[in-house]
Structures are given as structure tokens and as C-alpha cells.
């Protein structure tokens, strides 16, 4: 059985950071590519960054040089670090490794 846990969001004043986690589970984690995407209220999900099994990663365009990913295959654990935070980063933020399982998301508002 598939589970995806994401944690970590929160409220965040413009230039501020969060670091998002994902407790993943039934999907033999280490040997899988991971991504982080993101959707905003009335817009699709949208993909932020990549990560696959031997940790090469790739970003979207619009959070290159602001956010990390990364992953821990002992924790089955991938996560975001988020930097340089602005209001248009404000979104629900999933994991996942097929784009067919998904977790509840975490809540990303980032507002002063």
C-alpha cells in the first residue's frame, strides 16, 4: 500500500524559508525518482523539482536557485528546502513518485 506523507508548510513572511518533508512508504522508495509539485488555488498542479534515485535533480524554472531537493533513502524521506520565499509560492505542496498516488499535501502560504 502506497502512503505519502508531506509536513512542514506553514505561514511564511516574502524571503523567508521552510523545509518540507515526505515520509514515503509501499513504493520502494530508494530506488524511485521522486518529485515535489505544487498547486495554487484555481491553477493546476504544477511540477517544482525532481529528484531521482542516485540524487540527480532538475527545477522549474520559477524556484531554481531558491529551492533544494533532496532525499534520505535510510528515512524513505524526500524533502524541499524552500528559500527566498515569495507570495506567489503560496500553494499546497505534494509528493509523489508516479503522478498517480498522491499524499494530503501541506499548505504553503507565504504572506506578510
Known amino acids: 500500500q502506497v502512503q505519502l506523507v508531506e509536513s512542514g508548510g506553514g505561514l511564511v513572511q516574502p524571503g523567508g524559508s521552510l523545509r518540507l518533508s515526505c515520509a514515503a512508504s509501499?513504493?520502494?522508495?530508494?530506488?524511485?525518482?521522486m518529485h515535489w509539485f505544487r498547486q495554487a488555488p484555481g491553477k493546476q498542479r504544477e511540477l517544482v523539482a525532481t529528484?531521482?534515485?542516485?540524487?540527480?535533480?532538475n527545477y522549474a524554472d520559477s524556484v531554481k536557485g531558491r529551492f533544494t531537493i533532496s532525499r534520505d533513502n535510510a528515512k524513505n524521506t524526500v524533502y524541499l528546502q524552500m528559500s527566498s520565499l515569495k507570495p506567489e509560492d503560496t500553494a499546497v505542496y505534494y509528493c509523489?513518485?508516479?503522478?498517480?498516488?498522491w499524499g494530503q499535501g501541506t499548505q504553503v502560504t507565504v504572506s506578510s
Open positions: 509501499g513504493i520502494g522508495f530508494s530506488i524511485r525518482t
Open positions: 529528484i531521482t534515485s542516485n540524487s540527480m535533480t
Open positions: 509523489t513518485a508516479d503522478a498517480v498516488n
